[in-house]
């Protein structure tokens, strides 16, 4: 009888730790489909794909923080898909000025703008891509925050992140998101080091990395891939079918 309740027990204990296991941060990102195509800023009609299995990751607007204003840029060319497709709203920041010369103000109102975008129609989350120096961390880390405090809590908080940051530079450890998508191509002086440590089968450090990778259709990648971990694909070009149909 002891050893039954024992038995019991520990089942019990095992049930409640795999739900708090499933509860994590980036549990939402696996559910939706495991290829994502960047459409950017050109004429994209996306109709033909299989919307099964492939999403849209497009870009809806620039934010350019400039002196004391938030400039926002909207989409400017077409975007034709179907009504069934998994959309996730990009936000491009663009600075010039220092970081610490960002307000309060400047900070609430580009966090306004990029959670409003997840509020258009047929949106599951939202991605920021922000080429963040070092001397802009700081300021970073605020807006994400603040995304986040706005952000419905069933949409995704996404941002695309330089490999490096995510195998030795750990600044986005504990950062208020669900993923942070891996750049693996355009990588200048990186490129070498970084398709080495691909190569010889070790993961990302950081675990914000290592739910997606962020590949270029131009520039292919010889690497072992985890099954489960979903796809972005960048194209200089305007996708087409042919595109697409050998996206891995």
């Known amino acids: 009888m002891n050893t039954y309740k024992l038995l019991k027990n520990l089942l019990v204990l095992m049930l409640i730790a795999g739900v708090v296991s499933s509860c994590g941060t980036n549990t939402k990102v696996p559910h939706s489909p495991i290829i994502m195509l960047w459409a950017w800023e050109r004429n994209e009609d996306l109709r ?3 919307t099964d299995h492939i999403g849209v990751a497009y870009l809806a607007q620039t934010l350019n ?20 497709t998994f ?19 400047q900070i609430d109102e580009t966090a306004r703008l990029i959670s409003n975008s997840s509020l258009r129609k047929n949106i599951r989350g939202i991605q920021i891509d922000f080429d963040a120096k070092v001397s802009e961390r700081t300021f970073y880390k605020r807006l994400l925050k603040r995304v986040r405090e706005k952000l419905s809590p069933n949409k995704t ?21 669900d993923e942070a998508v891996p750049m693996i191509f355009d990588m200048g002086i990186d490129r070498r080091r970084i398709d080495s440590y691909l190569k ?13 990778y962020g590949f270029a259709v131009y520039e292919p990648k010889d ?24 996206l891995r």
């Open 48 to 50: 033909f794909i299989d």
């Open 65 to 84: 923080i400039t002196d004391e204003k938030v400039i926002l840029i909207p989409r400017r060319q077409p975007l034709r898909i179907n009504p069934e």
């Open 87 to 105: 959309l996730i709203a990009v936000t491009r920041i663009e600075t010039n000025r220092p970081p610490t010369e960002f307000s309060d103000s």
């Open 157 to 177: 908080l996404s941002i695309t992140a330089l490999a490096s940051f995510c195998i030795g530079d750990r600044w986005l450890e504990n950062l208020p998101i």
């Open 200 to 212: 010889s089968g070790r993961d990302f450090a950081e675990p914000l990395c290592r739910t997606s």
């Open 223 to 246: 690497i072992k891939l985890e099954q489960n971990r979903r796809r972005y694909y960048f194209n200089s070009k305007s996708w087409k079918p042919t595109a697409t149909e050998k």
